[in-house]
T-cell receptor, first 117, second 113 residues
Framework: GAGVSQSPSNKVTEKGKDVELRCDPI?????LYWYRQSLGQGLEFLIY????????KSGLPSDRFSAERTGGSVSTLTIQRTQQEDSAVYLC???????????????FGQGTRLTVV | AQSVSQHNHHVILSEAASLELGCNYS??????LFWYVQYPGQHLQLLLK??????LVKGIKGFEAEFIKSKFSFNLRKPSVQWSDTAEYFC???????????FGKGNQVVVIP
């Protein structure tokens, strides 16, 4: 596609429910990032995928958070047993890593605004 | 792991004023540096980037940034801002050989007409 696509754009869920957030990266981009954006907190790194390598999960805040990337393309971020502090905008970005990390920037989607009530 | 510091989280200024936003990072090796901008209601987009070469980088909309290696800084500047520059600005750092792209907490800039 023309850009990074995320769905849904908005999600309201009840505390304790599970949610799935989807990211469609730019076609051909092998690197994919998930970030969480909270007011005044900037962008908090969550997880990174690069091709077939093991993902860098070091930013996931708890074991309630998980992510997968199927076929090297679409990625899903899953939050289990949501809590109110999970409310934030979840951003996905992709990067054309194959061109070399020294020459490329990350492209961001519009984000999913998650509200846990 | 690298970290990024941005100062003066909220900046309010009048049109035609000059803008400078500070960015400092903590990593001793070679880095790629970025400034991203997020206009109200829009997604993050790249303003400018530095990979190598001339440390003074020019970006879109009249913005520029200067990489000073000795100060671990990559400050963003614009000589004369417009109301349309109202946005949140994020500095980001990617250490060479490290996949993680680390962001600062951002600067909320409001330009008053």
């Amino acid at each position: 596609g023309a850009g990074v696509s995320q769905s849904p754009s908005n999600k309201v869920t009840e505390k304790g429910k599970d949610v799935e957030l989807r990211c469609d990266p730019i076609s051909g981009h092998t690197a994919l990032y998930w970030y969480r954006q909270s007011l005044g907190q900037g962008l908090e790194f969550l997880i990174y995928f690069q091709g077939n390598s093991a993902p860098d999960k070091s930013g996931l805040p708890s074991d309630r958070f998980s992510a997968e990337r199927t076929g090297g393309s679409v990625s899903t971020l899953t939050i289990q047993r949501t809590q109110q502090e999970d409310s934030a905008v979840y951003l996905c970005a992709s990067r054309d890593w194959d061109r070399g990390p020294s020459h490329t920037e990350a492209f961001f989607g519009q984000g999913t605004r998650l509200t846990v009530v | 792991a690298q970290s990024v510091s941005q100062h003066n989280h909220h900046v309010i200024l009048s049109e035609a004023a000059s803008l400078e936003l500070g960015c400092n990072y903590s990593y001793g090796g070679t880095v790629n540096l970025f400034w991203y901008v997020q206009y109200p209601g829009q997604h993050l987009q790249l303003l400018l980037k530095y990979f190598s070469g001339d440390p003074l980088v020019k970006g879109i909309k009249g913005f520029e940034a200067e990489f000073i290696k000795s100060k671990f800084s990559f400050n963003l500047r614009k000589p004369s801002v417009q109301w349309s520059d109202t946005a949140e600005y994020f500095c980001a750092v990617n250490a060479r050989g490290n996949n993680r792209l680390a962001f600062g907490k951002g600067n909320q800039v409001v330009v008053i007409p």
